[in-house]
């Protein structure tokens, strides 16, 4: 066996010897291009550390046959140039590979969530179409501060924006703007368009962001707007259809929702701090179509306030029930029976005294519809105010109330007007949007969630925010202005904008601890 195994040895090599010395053949070679990416110069680094939605700056140079490459344009029947980013590590939630620069320098924001992640720089010779790469580690942490989010529309889907300046955080020298972080932190926006967003104090420690879409619902992370809480999450047991109507939640640490036209509760205050609870199963009741609303001051005595738009009246969830109620019967001296409005609701906020102020209207007039719900359930309507003289008020689309002075700021059309509603007379006109613009919403900076809002917010109730909308070149504008909090009047020589937004829908504080 072993001569055999030598023997076959020998004739295969004789064999190939054979082929060797018949191969004449004639072959032409062509020397490569030679590309090099020389990362050696000062500041060049083989990992780098950012924030998230930091810009990232790497300055290599490329060679070519020993030439430095001065510019994209200077090669480009030559050289392609691809900065991308992809994960370092396996398991966990699986990230897109994205593409950051087509540039030699890269010079790019870094949207991708906390992590490890590769930043990798392909030169592909577009002859031969072989790759140059080299690699870099990237660490990204989080740092979504304390901000005003700004919910908004964009192509029919739901995104967020974060406003970061001095007004909304103390000690920002640099102010900073975030766009769409709904889809950067989960790789699409929630789809249909907004309804709601609240950074819910009721679990008080985990804190999550509420952001609601007409078809989707999600509770996210709010250092990085990553949703931890997917819709079915959010519910003991989560309805199979997602028409979402509203989401929000109060000062006594409770959420609610409506899904379907039916209402979901869950109460944080006897629960703990973070979200171990959540929204039940849909409660009982007899009621027509519910508006898309809820207060964020009513106290402990109920669930939820709710308004039936069908039969234009306040309906409530008392505490630990398990249907949606009428109201009892009021009290003679109330200023009007919350259990039979009959008014068609246009807009509403909470204000002075932990009051709902609601702007309403029938064919004979509109006003302003002063409620309270933080005490007995059979005094709740304080009083009924004539705002029919009020310029814009047949047009309205935004209300914003004072917490400390007696005012409403309310948005028609391209105006902004302020009613001070204990002086007798009609409203004012208190700033006008640019030509072309509509105003959509008006905030005054406040969270009703009181020791937040003392503890971090720097200037409540000293700044309002006006949000506008240019149809024809689709695009959302913020401005922002230091207020009077006693007068309202506002000081238009302290204007900030901000842009690249979708239609405005709200605007809300957040907070990081």
Request: charged letters at 20%; one cysteine or more; proline letters at 4%.
């Given at each position: 066996?072993?001569?055999?195994s030598f023997l076959t040895g020998v004739i295969a090599l004789l064999l190939v010897v054979q082929g060797?010395?018949?191969?004449?053949?004639?072959?032409?070679?062509?020397?490569?291009?030679?590309?090099?990416?020389?990362?050696?110069?000062?500041?060049?680094?083989?990992?780098?550390?950012?924030?998230?939605?930091?810009?990232?700056?790497?300055?290599?140079?490329?060679?070519?046959?020993?030439?430095?490459?001065?510019?994209?344009?200077?090669?480009?029947?030559?050289?392609?140039?691809?900065?991308?980013?992809?994960?370092?590590?396996?398991?966990?939630?699986?990230?897109?590979?994205?593409?950051?620069?087509?540039?030699?320098?890269?010079?790019?924001?870094?949207?991708?969530?906390?992590?490890?992640?590769?930043?990798?720089?392909?030169?592909?010779?577009?002859?031969?179409?072989?790759?140059?790469?080299?690699?870099?580690?990237?660490?990204?942490?989080?740092?979504?501060?304390?901000?005003?989010?700004?919910?908004?529309?964009?192509?029919?889907?739901?995104?967020?924006?974060?406003?970061?300046?001095?007004?909304?955080?103390?000690?920002?020298?640099?102010?900073?703007?975030?766009?769409?972080?709904?889809?950067?932190?989960?790789?699409?926006?929630?789809?249909?368009?907004?309804?709601?967003?609240?950074?819910?104090?009721?679990?008080?420690?985990?804190?999550?962001?509420?952001?609601?879409?007409?078809?989707?619902?999600?509770?996210?992370?709010?250092?990085?707007?990553?949703?931890?809480?997917?819709?079915?999450?959010?519910?003991?047991?989560?309805?199979?259809?997602?028409?979402?109507?509203?989401?929000?939640?109060?000062?006594?640490?409770?959420?609610?929702?409506?899904?379907?036209?039916?209402?979901?509760?869950?109460?944080?205050?006897?629960?703990?701090?973070?979200?171990?609870?959540?929204?039940?199963?849909?409660?009982?009741?007899?009621?027509?179509?519910?508006?898309?609303?809820?207060?964020?001051?009513?106290?402990?005595?109920?669930?939820?306030?709710?308004?039936?738009?069908?039969?234009?009246?306040?309906?409530?969830?008392?505490?630990?029930?398990?249907?949606?109620?009428?109201?009892?019967?009021?009290?003679?001296?109330?200023?009007?029976?919350?259990?039979?409005?009959?008014?068609?609701?246009?807009?509403?906020?909470?204000?002075?005294?932990?009051?709902?102020?609601?702007?309403?209207?029938?064919?004979?007039?509109?006003?302003?519809?002063?409620?309270?719900?933080?005490?007995?359930?059979?005094?709740?309507?304080?009083?009924?105010?004539?705002?029919?003289?009020?310029?814009?008020?047949?047009?309205?689309?935004?209300?914003?109330?004072?917490?400390?002075?007696?005012?409403?700021?309310?948005?028609?059309?391209?105006?902004?007007?302020?009613?001070?509603?204990?002086?007798?007379?009609?409203?004012?006109?208190?700033?006008?949007?640019?030509?072309?613009?509509?105003?959509?919403?008006?905030?005054?900076?406040?969270?009703?969630?009181?020791?937040?809002?003392?503890?971090?917010?720097?200037?409540?109730?000293?700044?309002?925010?006006?949000?506008?909308?240019?149809?024809?070149?689709?695009?959302?504008?913020?401005?922002?202005?230091?207020?009077?909090?006693?007068?309202?009047?506002?000081?238009?020589?302290?204007?900030?904008?901000?842009?690249?937004?979708?239609?405005?829908?709200?605007?809300?504080?957040?907070?990081?601890?």
């Open positions: 066996m072993k001569k055999l060797c010395y018949k191969d004449k053949g004639n072959y032409d070679y062509t020397a490569l291009d030679e590309v090099r990416i020389d990362t050696a110069e000062a500041g060049i680094l083989p990992a780098y550390a950012v924030y998230r939605y930091d810009t990232l700056r790497i300055e290599p140079k490329v060679f070519l046959n020993g030439s430095l490459v001065a510019s994209e344009a200077q090669v480009s029947d030559k050289l392609s140039f691809t900065w991308s980013i992809f994960q370092a590590t396996v398991g966990g939630p699986i990230q897109s590979r994205d593409t950051l620069s087509n540039t030699i320098r890269l010079k790019a924001p870094i949207t991708k969530p906390a992590g490890k992640w590769i930043v990798h720089l392909a030169v592909k010779d577009l002859v031969t179409q072989v790759e140059t790469y080299q690699r870099f580690n990237l660490d990204v942490s989080e740092v979504l501060s304390d901000g005003w989010m700004v919910l908004y529309e964009r192509e029919g889907n739901t995104d967020v924006g974060l406003i970061v300046d001095d007004r909304t955080k103390t000690g920002v020298v640099t102010p900073r703007l975030f766009l769409d972080l709904i889809r950067s932190g989960n790789e699409a926006p929630l789809e249909g368009k907004p309804v709601a967003m609240l950074h819910s104090a009721a679990p008080l420690s985990s804190a999550q962001v509420l952001v609601a879409s007409e078809k989707d619902m999600v509770g996210v992370e709010r250092s990085s707007f990553q949703a931890t809480f997917k819709f079915n999450d959010l519910f003991w047991s989560a309805p199979a259809e997602r028409n979402v109507g509203f989401v929000g939640g109060t000062l006594v640490r409770k959420e609610m929702a409506i899904v379907n036209n039916r209402v979901h509760v869950v109460n944080f205050a006897s629960s703990g701090l973070f979200r171990t609870n959540k929204l039940g199963v849909e409660l009982n009741g007899e009621y027509g179509e519910l508006e898309k609303w809820s207060t964020v001051c009513y106290g402990a005595a109920y669930d939820a306030v709710l308004y039936d738009k069908t039969n234009k009246k306040f309906k409530y969830v008392p505490s630990n029930g398990t249907a949606v109620m009428d109201f009892p019967t009021q009290l003679p001296t109330t200023g009007f029976n919350v259990g039979n409005v009959g008014l068609d609701l246009k807009a509403s906020d909470w204000g002075l005294t932990n009051y709902e102020y609601s702007m309403m209207s029938d064919n004979a007039g509109t006003y302003l519809m002063v409620s309270n719900f933080m005490g007995v359930n059979t005094n709740v309507g304080l009083r009924k105010i004539d705002m029919s003289t009020s310029p814009g008020v047949n047009n309205v689309t935004t209300l914003s109330a004072a917490a400390t002075g007696q005012f409403v700021l309310y948005g028609s059309g391209s105006n902004v007007y302020i009613f001070k509603y204990n002086t007798n007379l009609p409203a004012e006109m208190a700033w006008t949007a640019p030509a072309g613009e509509q105003v959509t919403c008006v905030r005054l900076q406040k969270f009703y969630f009181p020791s937040i809002q003392a503890s971090l917010l720097p200037l409540p109730h000293q700044v309002v925010y006006i949000a506008t909308w240019n149809e024809t070149a689709k695009q959302g504008k913020v401005y922002s202005f230091r207020i009077d909090p006693s007068s309202g009047a506002i000081n238009t020589a302290t204007e900030r904008v901000t842009e690249g937004y979708g239609k405005v829908k709200d605007m809300s504080y957040k907070w990081n601890l």
